[in-house]
């Protein structure tokens, strides 16, 4: 199976899948899904050999994914909720849901796993 062997590659692999993760999943062709779907794979197993991700609260790593995503908290509202319960979340009033993890993990293409 191929992989990636240099954070140049790593950073090609990121550059490809960004227009396919701004698509909504229903517009994306089966080939894009399965480019994506490969693609992220390859990522994921790069960024856990050589971008292992400190143990941190969940609301700390989603102000992490928001931080180099360029993103804004309502951004996040239609998955997360209202803006007050999105800040509560963010800020770490409120915990991160599994649910709520399931759709951040789809969103920043990482484990769910990561924000509980």
Known sequence: MAKIVSETE???TMKAIEPLIAKPEASLSLEEARLLDLLSTLAEAWEEKHHEI???PGHRILQHYLEIRGLKQADLQSIL???GVTSEIVNGKRTITKQQAKALGAL???SPAVFI
Do not use: D, K, T
Request: aromatic share 16%; hydrophobic share 25%; charged share 15%.
């Open 81 to 83: 909720g209202s803006r």
């Open 10 to 12: 790593y950073n090609q």
């Open 54 to 56: 400190p143990e941190a």
């Open 108 to 110: 920043f293409n990482v």
